[in-house]
């Protein structure tokens, strides 16, 4: 009776082990993958499914899951590398690489040890690239050149499941001399353009008084042009005043009827007028000739007045 019972406990124990082990079994072949995750699948050796997000029961020791691989865009910052220009100039080149997984299946089976691949694929396609460039389109040309490092990099990365969506140089170091040169070059660059400044300051300044000038000239002139004109006018309406107030005169006069008495008073005072003159010679018409005797009288009574 204590065999029997002995056996019983013995086989109890056996089962419960055997359940415990069966339990553990299907609790490791259950897989949760996270989002933005994928892992491979192998059944006995050979690729068998990706398990994408979500929880997944794998066969034990039958499947075998691979470490998840991220399908997030991953960003590699490559040391500095060794790039020889076109001009036998020698320079520090490093580069980021964006680039993301969208085959798993072939980022695990396709290239082994996938970020080193693509680093030492980045620095042969940087060193080819410069080598066809010479120092000063290096660089003033970074994104041709990592348009053409995106294009090639991406192309040969098709066969590993990756997608390179940017490249980037993050820095291009030329040597020391070169700098110092660069350095001289770029000062001596700043001063000729302050030479020209400031002599197209000088240019605009000198225009600009002289045509100050011209216009104050011009100016100057039309005053005095004014100036003129306005005299003359003034000068012509007094003559015309003038020349209108004589014929008005004469008007009155001739509707007066005046008396040869006098005719000869004015003409005396015209002879008189013209005595006092510049002129040389002295014209005395007929008229006056045949009244000298008139004229002498009027002169003795002026004088005894």
């Known amino acids: 009776m204590t065999l029997l019972i002995t056996g019983g406990a013995v086989v109890g124990i056996i089962f419960g082990v055997l359940f415990a082990l069966a339990i553990i079994a299907v609790a490791s072949g259950v897989r949760v993958v996270r989002q933005s995750t994928a892992i491979i699948v192998e059944r006995l050796g050979k690729y068998h499914k990706t398990l994408d ?9 039958i499947d075998k899951a691979s470490k998840p691989v991220s399908l997030k865009e991953i960003v590699a910052d490559f040391p500095p590398q060794s790039v020889i220009t076109k001009d036998n100039v020698t320079m520090q080149i490093d580069t980021v690489v964006y680039f ?7 980022f695990v089976y396709g290239v082994e040890k996938p970020l ?10 940087v060193r080819n690239i410069v080598g066809e460039m010479e120092l000063d389109e290096t660089l003033t040309s970074r994104d041709t050149i990592n348009v053409k490092m995106r294009e090639i990099l991406d192309i040969a990365t098709d066969a590993w499941g990756i997608k390179v969506n940017r490249v980037e140089l993050k820095n291009i170091l030329p040597p020391k001399s ?13 001063e000729r353009r302050e030479q020209i400044l400031r002599a197209e300051g000088e240019k605009t300044s000198s225009i600009l008084v002289a ?5 104050a000239q011009i100016l100057r002139a039309e005053a005095e042009k004014q100036t003129r004109i306005l005299k003359s006018e003034a000068e012509r309406d007094a003559q015309i005043a003038e020349a209108e107030g004589k014929s008005r005169e004469v008007e009155l006069i001739n509707k007066a009827k005046p ?3 006098y005719l000869a008073i004015a003409s005396f005072d015209a002879m008189v007028k013209v005595a006092n ?10 008229e006056l000739q045949n009244m000298a005797g008139f004229t002498s009288a009027l002169v003795e009574t002026a004088k005894e007045k």
């Open 100 to 106: 993301q997984v969208t085959d798993p299946k072939l």
């Open 259 to 261: 008396s040869k008495e």
């Open 211 to 215: 045509e100050g000038e011209r216009q």
């Open 116 to 125: 080193n691949a693509i680093e030492n694929l980045t620095a042969t396609t």
């Open 178 to 190: 070169i700098q110092e040169a660069m350095e001289k070059q770029m000062r001596a660059e700043r």
């Open 53 to 61: 997000t979500g929880v997944h029961i794998l066969i034990p020791f």
């Open 277 to 286: 003159g510049q002129s040389v010679k002295i014209i005395i018409p007929s």
